[in-house]
């Protein structure tokens, strides 16, 4: 089963882009439309989460192999 996390977000209009931005990931973001600024910090969230979890594995891949020795 897939679990879902809910993260706050924050979207504002800086001239003529809509800048998003999670402050609990120390995320940012922007877009044309407000659309736009909501798909790009979804992916960017997406991202973060992804290279996250690829470092906390690599980690534990290293220090199984360093107990190991």
């Known amino acids: 089963m897939e ?3 809910v993260f706050l ?4 209009q800086e001239g003529k ?4 931005r999670c402050p ?12 736009e600024a909501q ?6 969230i997406e991202l973060y989460i992804e290279s996250f979890c690829i470092e906390n ?3 534990e ?3 199984r192999s ?4």
């Not at 798909?39 to 960017?44: G, M």
């Open 3 to 5: 679990s879902k996390k």
């Open 9 to 12: 977000v924050s979207i504002i």
């Open 17 to 20: 882009f809509f800048v998003a």
């Open 24 to 35: 609990e990931l120390g995320v940012t973001s922007q877009g044309e439309s407000l659309v």
């Open 39 to 44: 798909k790009n910090l979804k992916e960017a």
């Open 57 to 59: 594995l690599q980690k």
């Open 61 to 63: 891949r290293y220090l």
């Open 66 to 69: 360093y107990i190991k020795q």
